[in-house]
């Protein structure tokens, strides 16, 4: 357990009691003053009185201030007990509504738990005892993931119970020696002092597991939660509770991208990583609002007729230049663009952009040249994803049988039937789609059978190792034959080398991509490129 200083906030209203306590003695002094004052007044009094007609003095009759003195000295004991009595009644009702303030303000109802701002208070007030502050501390973020489907199916008093179970699991599995507070509605998080005896993370994430082991019950069902913990170690105790529940959030905001991760220990890795995604997110922002629109720009790649050299298509391949961070590889703003779900608008702008080229490609004579674009999985999965398409191309005035999708198999296998009707309706209209990234997945070529596509791209790790590997060669070969059995078209992408070039011709493999014939090229280039190409072919022709 955290050793804290007793001070604590509910002190501040201790305060009112040196108040009230100066207050009394400022009473008692009045009261003093007044009683001096009035003997000094009696005794002037009674010494005027004494004084004969002669201006001799007399004998000074003192028993009307002795009357006085003591009906004072009475009620000054009184004012003393009152004052007494006011202070005691005053200390003990401040203690217990501070205690009442405190508990209201730094504790969560619900569990009885220290709250978020408990946790703020402790930490950044710094009010931890001697002991405890020169230690490192292990901050566990605790994250159900799936509560918030009880509050929506049963509601929210049954939550609420669910809540209070989650706590008192948590307070009975883990060790006394740990502070546990409740972050929000489904988030604990929880403090433990590093010494020589703390339990190891893992431990305490299996400790923490344990508590979510048993399913919830509740009315006539029972759910199982799963959660997330994010792990924070941190010797910088002069960082304040803001900085550490940011890190935390951040590893959660990782686990949440990577669903499979269970728990996360955050490091400055980490958090450079979401600096940069957060930038790039920004930046894509601006493109896709129209801010900033020149960041992002396409490149073709030729794909080439293995036997006639020809350019039969071009992929798309997206770029990104980022204000700040100078070029960004495609999958990671791709990606980027995935998790903040950002990818549906900006395969849109790229879409639009690949038909605007295609219709370039038509102005200078090249209609019949594919051109290639990639589809993300999410993209598939929308369901305006057809008519937008459909309605993409319309606006662009290309041709439907000008524009190919690369689809991968993920995509495809996960939900195969409702993907295959809207390949389908795509085809029909003309659009040819391609499996991207062949091999790498686990789609078999049978199940290729009822898909709707018309070509497979061959993944660069096949084309790397043909002619090098024995095995992978024979793959390779009997993927292209199976491939043609039933009617697909194969790409070989990533081809760079004369070898790989000849063993795929021998093959029959279809169509290669990749950097012996071309690297990715910008749209004039390509289209200077094939002027010249066509030029020479005809010259070429004229001369036969
Ligand atoms: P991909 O679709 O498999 O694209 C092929 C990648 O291989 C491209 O990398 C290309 O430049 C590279 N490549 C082609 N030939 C060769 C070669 O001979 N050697 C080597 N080493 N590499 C070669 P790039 O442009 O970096 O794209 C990477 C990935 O980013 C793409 O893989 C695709 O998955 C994704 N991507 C690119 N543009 C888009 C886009 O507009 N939308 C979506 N959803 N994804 C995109
Ligand atoms: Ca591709
Ligand atoms: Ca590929």
């Known amino acids: 357990?955290?050793?804290?200083?007793?001070?604590?906030?509910?002190?501040?209203?201790?305060?009112?009691?040196?108040?009230?306590?100066?207050?009394?003695?400022?009473?008692?002094?009045?009261?003093?003053?007044?009683?001096?004052?009035?003997?000094?007044?009696?005794?002037?009094?009674?010494?005027?009185?004494?004084?004969?007609?002669?201006?001799?003095?007399?004998?000074?009759?003192?028993?009307?201030?002795?009357?006085?003195?003591?009906?004072?000295?009475?009620?000054?004991?009184?004012?003393?007990?009152?004052?007494?009595?006011?202070?005691?009644?005053?200390?003990?009702?401040?203690?217990?509504?501070?205690?009442?303030?405190?508990?209201?303000?730094?504790?969560?109802?619900?569990?009885?738990?220290?709250?978020?701002?408990?946790?703020?208070?402790?930490?950044?007030?710094?009010?931890?005892?001697?002991?405890?502050?020169?230690?490192s501390k292990?901050?566990?973020?605790?994250?159900?993931?799936?509560?918030?489907?009880?509050?929506?199916?049963?509601?929210?008093?049954?939550?609420?119970?669910?809540?209070?179970?989650?706590?008192?699991?948590?307070?009975?599995?883990?060790?006394?020696?740990?502070?546990?507070?409740?972050?929000?509605?489904?988030?604990?998080?929880?403090?433990?002092?590093q010494t020589v005896d703390t339990l190891p993370i893992s431990e305490m994430i299996s400790l923490i597991s344990k508590a979510?082991?048993?399913?919830?019950?509740?009315?006539?069902?029972?759910?199982?939660?799963?959660?997330?913990?994010?792990?924070?170690?941190?010797?910088?105790?002069?960082?304040?509770?803001?900085?550490?529940?940011?890190?935390?959030?951040?590893?959660?905001?990782?686990?949440?991208?990577?669903?499979?991760?269970?728990?996360?220990?955050?490091?400055?890795?980490?958090?450079?990583?979401?600096?940069?995604?957060?930038?790039?997110?920004?930046?894509l922002r601006e493109v896709i609002d129209g801010r900033d629109t020149e960041r992002l720009h396409l490149m073709y790649q030729p794909q080439h007729a293995l036997g006639s050299s020809a350019v039969v298509g071009v992929e798309t391949l997206a770029r990104f230049d980022s204000k700040h961070l100078g070029t960004i590889p495609p999958q990671e703003f791709i990606t980027i663009a995935e998790n903040k779900q950002l990818i549906i608008q900006l395969g849109k702008i790229i879409l639009k952009s690949a038909c605007d080229f295609a219709c370039k490609l038509t102005e200078f004579g090249h209609g019949d040249i594919r051109v290639a674009v990639n589809v993300s999985a999410i993209q598939l999965l929308d369901e305006h994803f057809t008519d937008d398409v459909v309605?993409?191309?319309?606006?662009?005035?290309?041709?439907?049988?000008?524009?190919?999708?690369?689809?991968?198999?993920?995509?495809?296998m996960d939900t195969f039937e409702s993907i295959n009707t809207k390949l389908k309706y795509l085809r029909d209209l003309g659009i040819l789609m391609s499996l991207d990234d062949f091999g790498t997945g686990y789609s078999s070529l049978y199940r290729l059978q009822s898909l709707e596509i018309d070509t497979v791209k061959l993944d660069k790790r096949f084309i790397d190792d043909v002619g090098i590997q024995n095995e992978v060669s024979m793959i390779t070969a009997e993927i292209i034959k199976m491939a043609h059995i039933i009617g697909l078209n194969v790409v070989a992408e990533g081809v760079e080398t004369e070898s790989q070039a000849i063993f795929l011709q021998l093959n029959q493999c279809d169509i290669a991509q990749g950097y012996l014939f071309n690297k990715p090229m910008k749209p004039l280039d390509i289209l200077s490129m094939l002027t010249i190409e066509s030029l020479t072919t005809k010259e070429v022709f004229d001369a036969s």
């Open 212 to 283: 979510f082991k048993e399913p919830f019950k509740f009315q006539d069902a029972t759910k199982k939660l799963s959660i997330q913990v994010s792990v924070l170690t941190t010797k910088d105790l002069n960082c304040k509770s803001d900085d550490i529940l940011r890190k935390c959030l951040i590893d959660m905001d990782h686990l949440k991208v990577s669903r499979d991760q269970k728990h996360l220990i955050y490091n400055r890795e980490i958090e450079e990583t979401f600096y940069r995604e957060s930038l790039i997110e920004n930046e």
């Open 391 to 412: 309605d993409i191309v319309r606006r662009s005035g290309c041709k439907f049988t000008q524009l190919e999708l690369e689809i991968t198999e993920s995509a495809v």
């Open 138 to 193: 292990i901050i566990y973020l605790i994250n159900t993931v799936n509560f918030k489907l009880i509050n929506m199916t049963s509601g929210y008093r049954i939550g609420d119970e669910v809540i209070k179970e989650i706590a008192n699991r948590l307070k009975y599995h883990l060790p006394n020696t740990t502070d546990l507070f409740r972050l929000s509605a489904d988030r604990f998080i929880l403090v433990q002092d």
């Open 1 to 135: 357990m955290i050793k804290y200083h007793k001070k604590m906030k509910h002190e501040k209203y201790h305060i009112l009691i040196p108040i009230t306590a100066t207050m009394a003695i400022l009473t008692l002094l009045f009261f003093f003053m007044i009683g001096w004052i009035n003997e000094y007044t009696i005794r002037a009094d009674a010494m005027i009185r004494s004084i004969d007609s002669y201006g001799e003095l007399g004998n000074i009759n003192l028993s009307a201030y002795d009357n006085l003195t003591s009906r004072l000295a009475f009620w000054s004991g009184i004012a003393v007990l009152a004052t007494i009595m006011v202070i005691i009644v005053s200390f003990t009702s401040l203690k217990r509504k501070g205690r009442d303030v405190f508990r209201l303000a730094y504790y969560d109802a619900l569990t009885n738990l220290p709250n978020t701002d408990c946790f703020k208070f402790y930490w950044d007030d710094g009010i931890l005892e001697e002991e405890s502050l020169h230690m």
